[in-house]
């Protein structure tokens, strides 16, 4: 998944062609912003909430498709397109370059509970959450369609991209019904076609793995476990590198800065920061603070970092939290009913967008 170079400018172009390159750079500033918006599924009320990461406002609230849990999101960059899971085998699409844009349903060959996007923004893989007899559904987000599906283990309870494409799996069972839980990570690829391989390489988990998380530059990463421990490994070959526990017992999901030096883990009471070695996998805990205890999913990621590295947005369970990255304390709240999953992403929005979600909303968050 490459992304390909295309054409060259002219060496010596003419000074009208200059001149209506000029003009037509500031009317596509003019009909354009740059901004990080984040999504909140809600599945207490059903709904979707869209909100600008920078200022921390709601821009719209929306009906989600009705569903046993409106869990985990995603959100497309280049696409403008943001995505929510509902646990009951549809996605919904919300375009963000519009506002009041509705969510288009798309049905899926699973549930629909934990979503993985690819590093170039066009593909979707989306896991169970742990249900038995659910393949992975790989979606392309440019058409909107499944493409292919993947039955590797008898479960897949979590799927996380890293920055080079390689696709972290997690398995409670494996390839088998009964007798010894697998309880492993995998990582494999993403052909272009859609198809899923995994690669050989395992890596044995203590307990029930939850999630997983990798570290920016793609030599590292964690995976969560049910019984609070965070088993850090080298890329590639899923080599262990240190295993620690948890004061907050189970880890639900994880996150890192953009450096990947500095982790972050949700936890069942509260959000851990650990310094981190991107290269080797170290780690160290830096601090720690008690949250709102969440309901807990497989794979479902319930904290993210924002791209300037000082917030963090964590599911509280009644609301969104705002915490600052450098000590966990509280910055602010986002009125987003049952935060169970939020996602972040650099997107463009239209000044049609911008003022009317501004007109719609215009409160700041409590």
């Given at each position: 998944?490459?992304?390909?170079?295309?054409?060259?400018?002219?060496?010596?172009?003419?000074?009208?062609?200059?001149?209506?390159?000029?003009?037509?750079?500031?009317?596509?500033?003019?009909?354009?912003?740059?901004?990080?918006?984040?999504?909140?599924?809600?599945?207490?009320?059903?709904?979707?909430?869209?909100?600008?990461?920078?200022?921390?406002?709601?821009?719209?609230?929306?009906?989600?498709?009705?569903?046993?849990?409106?869990?985990?999101?995603?959100?497309?960059?280049?696409?403008?397109?943001?995505?929510?899971?509902?646990?009951?085998?549809?996605?919904?699409?919300?375009?963000?370059?519009?506002?009041?844009?509705?969510?288009?349903?798309?049905?899926?060959?699973?549930?629909?509970?934990?979503?993985?996007?690819?590093?170039?923004?066009?593909?979707?893989?989306?896991?169970?959450?742990?249900?038995?007899?659910?393949?992975?559904?790989v979606v392309?987000?440019?058409?909107?369609?499944?493409?292919?599906?993947s039955r590797?283990?008898?479960?897949?309870?979590?799927?996380?991209?890293?920055?080079?494409?390689?696709?972290?799996?997690?398995?409670?069972?494996?390839?088998?019904?009964?007798?010894?839980?697998?309880?492993?990570?995998?990582?494999?690829?993403?052909?272009?076609?859609?198809?899923?391989?995994?690669?050989?390489?395992?890596?044995?988990v203590g307990?029930?793995?939850?999630?997983?998380?990798?570290?920016?530059?793609?030599?590292?990463?964690?995976?969560?476990?049910?019984?609070?421990?965070?088993?850090?490994?080298?890329?590639?070959?899923?080599?262990?590198?240190?295993?620690?526990?948890?004061?907050?017992?189970?880890?639900?999901?994880?996150?890192?800065?953009?450096?990947?030096?500095?982790?972050?883990?949700?936890?069942?009471?509260?959000?851990?920061?650990?310094?981190?070695?991107?290269?080797?996998?170290?780690?160290?805990?830096?601090?720690?603070?008690?949250?709102?205890?969440?309901?807990?999913?497989?794979?479902?990621?319930?904290?993210?970092?924002?791209?300037?590295?000082?917030?963090?947005?964590?599911?509280?369970?009644?609301?969104?939290?705002?915490?600052?990255?450098?000590?966990?304390?509280?910055?602010?709240?986002?009125?987003?009913?049952?935060?169970?999953?939020?996602?972040?992403?650099?997107?463009?929005?239209?000044?049609?967008?911008?003022?009317?979600?501004?007109?719609?909303?215009?409160?700041?968050?409590?």
């Open positions: 998944m490459r992304v390909p170079r295309h054409g060259q400018y002219p060496q010596r172009p003419y000074r009208p062609a200059l001149i209506a390159l000029a003009l037509l750079c500031l009317l596509g500033q003019s009909a354009a912003q740059s901004a990080v918006l984040g999504l909140v599924t809600d599945t207490a009320e059903q709904r979707v909430t869209v909100f600008d990461a920078d200022s921390d406002l709601v821009s719209q609230q929306m009906a989600a498709t009705p569903g046993n849990a409106n869990g985990d999101c995603a959100v497309s960059g280049p696409a403008s397109l943001g995505i929510a899971s509902n646990s009951s085998s549809q996605l919904s699409f919300i375009d963000l370059s519009a506002a009041g844009a509705a969510p288009a349903p798309l049905e899926i060959s699973n549930l629909g509970v934990d979503m993985a996007l690819s590093p170039d923004g066009n593909f979707l893989v989306i896991a169970g959450g742990g249900a038995l007899q659910q393949p992975l559904s392309d987000l440019r058409q909107q369609t499944e493409i292919s599906t590797h283990f008898v479960d897949h309870s979590s799927v996380e991209f890293c920055d080079d494409a390689t696709l972290l799996i997690t398995t409670l069972r494996g390839r088998q019904y009964h007798g010894t839980r697998d309880n492993a990570l995998y990582s494999a690829g993403l052909g272009f076609e859609g198809e899923i391989e995994l690669d050989g390489a395992r890596l044995q307990a029930q793995p939850n999630n997983s998380a990798c570290a920016p530059g793609s030599r590292s990463g964690v995976v969560l476990d049910r019984d609070g421990g965070i088993t850090s490994f080298t890329l590639p070959g899923l080599q262990a590198a240190e295993r620690q526990h948890t004061l907050g017992g189970m880890g639900l999901s994880a996150a890192f800065d953009t450096a990947g030096r500095r982790l972050y883990v949700r936890t069942e009471a509260g959000v851990e920061a650990f310094d981190f070695d991107p290269d080797t996998g170290a780690m160290q805990r830096a601090w720690s603070q008690p949250a709102p205890t969440p309901t807990t999913y497989y794979g479902i990621e319930q904290l993210v970092v924002h791209p300037s590295g000082d917030k963090l947005y964590v599911d509280g369970g009644r609301e969104l939290l705002v915490l600052s990255s450098a000590d966990g304390a509280t910055l602010s709240t986002i009125a987003a009913g049952d935060a169970t999953g939020v996602c972040l992403a650099v997107v463009e929005r239209g000044l049609e967008y911008i003022a009317g979600g501004a007109e719609v909303a215009g409160v700041a968050a409590p």
